[in-house]
């Protein structure tokens, strides 16, 4: 056994186990194999004698050890904040919409995707009930980053697929398949890990934000995809925008060091690739999506509800005929129009506004933490914890989201994850303001003048 292998095996037994007395470690567990996906990995042998489902055990084991540890929810706090709601409405809306022109049950590719957005729904519905603390909720950003590691350190070191000098797959799980996925993910991850190399105060800790960062930006270099440039502008100008006070000159220095490091890493190849989006229409292959998304408006025009999950690949011949192979929409929220049509295209949109509206709640909460640190000084301490962390997923969605635009993302577990941890940022600042409703309403008994007021931010 090689000594990869056993560290696998060693986190994989510890995070199971720990699982049912923490369910949180299931959670990071899940994560990580998720970015790992260990089946497909050279060190991977055994997993696939034994036929295990590494996702699933994990799965089973937090579920079990929310049952032995349960505990209810507090103050404000929901099992299904409005993003969630929204999620299962689009899941159903999905299935039914599937139905109107395929069997879901019969038709592989829709039964597949179908079902694994009841798998996700399933570990959004987890992380909002284990992630009680700030500090949960930085843990499930170290276990990304962990994965983000792990998937830089194979494509520094050789692995994957390359074909014409670029770095086209084989690295991470199914959903990193494709270089422009891989790349929109990794810009995400850039962001967070940002945030992680502010917070830590460990030199290791900051170490290892730090090779997140770096390995992120050198993967999304080696790939050459185009989508990463705009989701990166998008990461930069969103991030300098919503930089909270009291960090901003810091982080914004920080911000131009680290441009100016990934544009050491950028080589003569990455800038003739991005020299291609100034005129569009003169390469082939940005030309061609133009195409697609004029046929996935004629889909939509002809379907009410879409052609069904998965299934515009298996319909753009029909619109192009001179087309030779199924293809991709190379956009998520064409591909969504396509295939759910413009109902399933709003509720879309809606699920992304109501993730960034429970976002801006956990900023507002996360404001006021200045104005609390004489008479709640460890909620205090939450509050800006939250208020940064806030920020940082905000950013990384934008981010993701832009890049997004220009690659298929419609069906993949790591989109809707990042979208349902916005569930966890609303409960989290929903506590902290019941913690300090209740604080402040015991505070005002035995107030002395000579005390400064702290305010407690009126939320619903």
Sequence with gaps: MSPTEALFWFLYVFGTLGALFNPIYGALLYILVYNLNPETQWWGGHVVMM??????????ATIIGLVINYKPLEYFQRQFPLMFKLMLIYILYSFLASTTENDPLGNPVSQFLLDKMLRIAIFVFIIVRVVRKVTHYAWLLWAWMAGTIYIGYQAWSGVGIEVNGRLTGGLGGPDFAESSGLAAHLVAMIALAGYLFYSSISKRGKFFALLAAAFAVNTIIMTRTRNAFPGIIVLILFGLLRLPRGVRLKCTVG?????????????????KRMETLKD?????????????????????GDHTFGVGAGQFRF???????????????????????????YPGLILFLMIIGATFWQMERARSVGKSWSSNVNWAPEIAAEQRKLLLIATANEVALAGFLMSAAFTTRSWTEGMWLLLGQSCCLYNLAMDLHGRLTTLWAAYEVRLRPSTPMGAVPALG
Excluded: K
């Design 315 to 341: 319909n753009i011949q029909s619109y192009l005929p001179g087309l030779e192979v199924g293809r991709s929409a190379h956009s998520t929220y064409m591909e969504c129009l396509a295939e759910l049509g």
């Design 255 to 271: 911000i131009a060091v680290g441009i100016f490091f990934s544009i050491q890493l950028t080589d003569e190849g990455w800038w």
């Design 280 to 300: 569009p229409q003169a390469d082939p292959s940005i030309a061609s999506r133009f195409d697609y998304w004029n046929a996935a408006f004629a889909m939509a």
């Design 51 to 60: 036929g295990l489902r590494t996702s699933f055990v994990p799965a089973i």
